[in-house]
């Protein structure tokens, strides 16, 4: 043990402000609040949905309220940061072997975002006609 | 080998990923922003239609399978998060968002069964 050991001085809270890679590694962590919050306004849905006609009303008008776009705006964004982020990784997880080597990983996200841009087509089309 | 719950909380947080990167940003578009901006018109998530929707039982299981896994991804990703913000202290921060991830899974199941 030296008498004067280099200790790197990394600040806990605001470390990754100083580099664009660990900030887009922030961005993508942070993903997971929007995620999150959405996925517990859907919920709330639901449960103003069961509670009956004027419950899910006021419920729809929120949805309409300016703060309520804006966080959805946002939200939108992050979401579809964390979905390219999480496809373009896939190759890392599928190692689908082929002939003497592996499928390129180009194919292996491209496909991926084939099936997310179909999966939200899809889903348009029949939010438009139902 | 030691036992671990890793694999599980991995193998949902990986699941939730997957789920959420397909079918939430569409989601989003259409319940956060198309919809309340009027572009399928103003009945588009009636009453009556939605009652109808999420009275299908194929609808409910998948509704309830997409939201519990998307919860699972978030409160997982999250408890890492905090490290990463500085908060340190795992154990609370674990049964913290675990239990949020929870309690929202159980009142997404019992308003799906009423409905």
């Not at chain 1, 964004?77 to 390219?84: D, L, N, T």
Request: glycine share 10%; proline share 4%; with cysteine.
């Amino acid at each position: 043990m030296s008498r004067n050991p280099y200790m790197r001085v990394v600040p806990k809270t605001t470390w990754y402000l100083r580099n664009g890679r660990y900030l887009r590694y922030m961005a993508r962590e942070v993903t997971c609040i929007f995620i999150g919050l959405y996925a517990i306004i859907l919920t709330m849905g639901l449960v103003r949905l069961a509670q009956g006609p004027d419950a899910w009303n006021r419920y729809i008008a929120g949805m309409a309220e300016p703060v309520a776009l804006v966080f959805h705006l946002v939200a939108l964004g992050f979401a579809c940061y964390h979905a390219m982020g999480w496809f373009n990784v896939t190759p890392k997880a599928m190692r689908i072997p082929k002939g003497d080597g592996f499928v390129p990983d180009k194919t292996i996200i491209g496909v991926h975002y084939g099936i997310w841009g179909g999966v939200s087509l899809v889903l348009l089309i029949l939010m438009g006609v139902l | 080998m030691a036992k671990s719950n890793k694999p599980i909380v991995w193998g949902l947080f990986a699941a939730g990923g997957t789920v959420s990167a397909f079918v939430i940003p569409v989601m989003i578009l259409i319940t956060g922003l198309l919809v309340p901006l009027g572009v399928f018109g103003s009945e588009a998530m009636s009453y009556d239609r939605m009652t109808a929707f999420a009275g299908n039982w194929l609808v409910k299981v998948i509704l309830f399978g997409v939201l519990t896994l998307t919860l699972w991804h978030a409160a997982h990703r999250l408890r890492v998060t905090a490290h990463d913000f500085g908060l340190r202290n795992d154990g609370p921060i674990a049964i913290a968002v675990y239990g949020l991830a929870g309690l929202f899974t159980a009142v997404a199941l019992f308003a799906l069964l009423s409905i």
